[in-house]
């Protein structure tokens, strides 16, 4: 398979790291970590005029018609500078469930200003009690004159606090874990009735908790088919986790390098000990590990071509549980050879491995995959 990029891809990635690497060094990050928002709108706005913000939508819906590929360029390079604003939520996540959800006349509404960076938006999907099971949704919406009146809880949505609207999945009729009556309900945030409280994650990101209490939603409000939602969000999912195992990727390279430029550096007794044969190995599995979780991010990436649901989705817990463990092993290893300095809060190295840490669990640990895997009857039928 040919793996050479387009020269608009290469274009593509030579301006994000360019970009990134003009405005985006690790004080500049620590300082937007700092600021009450924990992100920066210049550089937000910055990513608008890249066209990043409108990259994955079709230019019909005002977007400029990038793929899973210039998606897993992106995010290799905000791996690699640790980017903390919310673009794998936002503009991944929430995208997707834009692309596969809405309707014509929402999306020509909605994306444009999400691509221009004037209008911020999250998903709230997650129960209190979900487990990162998607069809566990027990927020519930009552139908009600006119439209739906939404009450329930979601719990760590990415920065939930600063977003203007909020797509909220509701349960609008059956048990909870039912693959059925699930809907996406599209509420102001600022609406009566949503109270949000917000984190931090351990990798310095901010979150929410939300909780509606008789939120009222128009019909013009609802995306897609109210109790037909959940083929739309796994499919969001895995668009997401294969982001995610792109930007994992990046922050393996950028610790990996770290490592081993330290490794040259850093003398004791008279000599560099990257000269110790010891420290040589443990590098050199490093460097394996990496190239494995390289293969594993561009399989992700071609997985989401595959038009059978539950194939993609088996390939997307493959590499999840995969990139999972590569991740837990590069950072500790990372962690391990450079020794205290690693773990101090003014070397790049210790945020890498807190980055890396929360990408183990983000989306599904290793167990849950795992589990899905075994338990995926296309994965059975197979045997």
Same mark, same amino acid.
């Given at each position: 398979?040919?793996?050479?990029?387009?020269?608009?891809?290469?274009?593509?990635?030579?301006?994000?790291?360019?970009?990134?690497?003009?405005?985006?060094?690790?004080?500049?990050?620590?300082?937007?970590?700092?600021?009450?928002?924990?992100?920066?709108a210049a550089v937000w706005?910055?990513?608008?005029?890249?066209?990043?913000?409108?990259?994955?939508?079709?230019? %019909?819906?005002?977007?400029?018609?990038?793929?899973?590929?210039?998606?897993?360029?992106?995010?290799?390079?905000?791996?690699?500078?640790?980017?903390?604003?919310?673009?794998?939520?936002?503009?991944?996540?929430?995208?997707?469930?834009?692309?596969?959800a809405a309707s014509v006349?929402?999306?020509?509404?909605?994306?444009?200003?999400?691509?221009?960076?004037?209008?911020?938006?999250?998903?709230?999907?997650?129960?209190?009690?979900?487990?990162?099971?998607?069809?566990?949704?027990?927020?519930?919406?009552?139908?009600?004159?006119?439209?739906?009146?939404?009450?329930?809880?979601? !719990?760590?949505?990415?920065?939930?606090?600063?977003?203007?609207?909020?797509?909220v999945s509701a349960r609008?009729?059956?048990?909870?874990?039912?693959?059925?009556?699930?809907?996406?309900?599209? !509420?102001?945030?600022?609406?009566?009735?949503?109270?949000?409280?917000?984190?931090?994650?351990?990798?310095?990101?901010?979150?929410?908790?939300?909780?509606?209490?008789?939120?009222?939603?128009?019909?013009?409000?609802?995306?897609?088919? %109210?109790?037909?939602?959940?083929?739309?969000?796994?499919?969001?999912?895995?668009?997401?986790?294969?982001?995610?195992?792109?930007?994992?990727?990046?922050?393996?390279?950028?610790?990996?390098?770290? &490592?081993?430029?330290?490794?040259?550096?850093?003398?004791?007794?008279?000599?560099?000990?990257?000269?110790?044969?010891?420290?040589?190995?443990?590098?050199?599995?490093?460097?394996?590990?990496?190239?494995?979780?390289?293969?594993?991010?561009?399989?992700?990436?071609?997985?989401?071509?595959?038009?059978?649901?539950?194939?993609?989705?088996?390939?997307?817990?493959?590499?999840?549980?995969?990139?999972?463990?590569?991740?837990?092993?590069?950072?500790?290893?990372?962690?391990?050879?450079?020794?205290?300095?690693?773990?101090?809060?003014?070397?790049?190295?210790?945020?890498?491995?807190?980055?890396? &840490?929360?990408?183990?669990?983000?989306?599904?640990?290793?167990?849950?995959?795992?589990?899905?895997?075994?338990?995926?009857?296309?994965?059975?039928?197979?045997?």
């Open positions: 398979m040919d793996f050479t990029l387009t020269e608009e891809q290469q274009l593509l990635k030579d301006s994000v790291t360019r970009f990134l690497g003009d405005t985006y060094d690790f004080a500049a990050r620590t300082t937007i970590l700092a600021t009450p928002e924990g992100q920066s706005a910055g990513f608008a005029d890249l066209g990043l913000l409108g990259l994955p939508f079709s230019e %019909t819906d005002g977007g400029f018609g990038g793929g899973a590929v210039e998606i897993m360029l992106v995010m290799e390079a905000m791996g690699r500078a640790l980017v903390v604003e919310p673009y794998l939520a936002e503009i991944v996540l929430t995208g997707a469930i834009l692309r596969h006349e929402q999306r020509a509404a909605l994306i444009p200003a999400l691509a221009a960076g004037e209008c911020r938006m999250a998903f709230a999907h997650a129960d209190p009690e979900a487990r990162w099971h998607l069809a566990h949704v027990g927020t519930h919406a009552a139908r009600v004159r006119g439209g739906y009146k939404i009450t329930g809880e979601k !719990v760590h949505v990415p920065f939930g606090a600063q977003a203007h609207r909020l797509i609008t009729s059956g048990l909870i874990g039912a693959r059925t009556g699930i809907g996406l309900f599209l !509420v102001e945030a600022d609406a009566p009735g949503v109270t949000r409280i917000e984190h931090r994650t351990q990798d310095g990101a901010r979150i929410a908790d939300i909780t509606l209490s008789d939120v009222f939603v128009p019909d013009e409000a609802v995306l897609g088919d %109210t109790a037909g939602a959940l083929p739309a969000i796994e499919r969001a999912y895995d668009e997401v986790i294969a982001a995610l195992a792109s930007e994992a990727f990046g922050v393996m390279d950028e610790a990996v390098s770290m &490592t081993v430029e330290y490794l040259k550096t850093r003398q004791q007794f008279g000599v560099a000990i990257g000269s110790f044969q010891a420290l040589q190995h443990r590098a050199a599995e490093m460097f394996v590990v990496l190239e494995e979780a390289r293969s594993m991010a561009a399989y992700a990436t071609m997985a989401l071509s595959e038009t059978d649901a539950a194939a993609r989705s088996c390939a997307i817990s493959a590499v999840k549980a995969h990139i999972a463990c590569a991740a837990r092993f590069i950072g500790q290893q990372a962690i391990q050879l450079h020794g205290g300095i690693g773990v101090t809060m003014e070397y790049k190295v210790g945020h890498l491995f807190k980055r890396l &840490t929360v990408i183990e669990q983000q989306f599904g640990d290793r167990d849950h995959h795992l589990d899905l895997l075994a338990n995926a009857e296309s994965l059975l039928e197979s045997l």
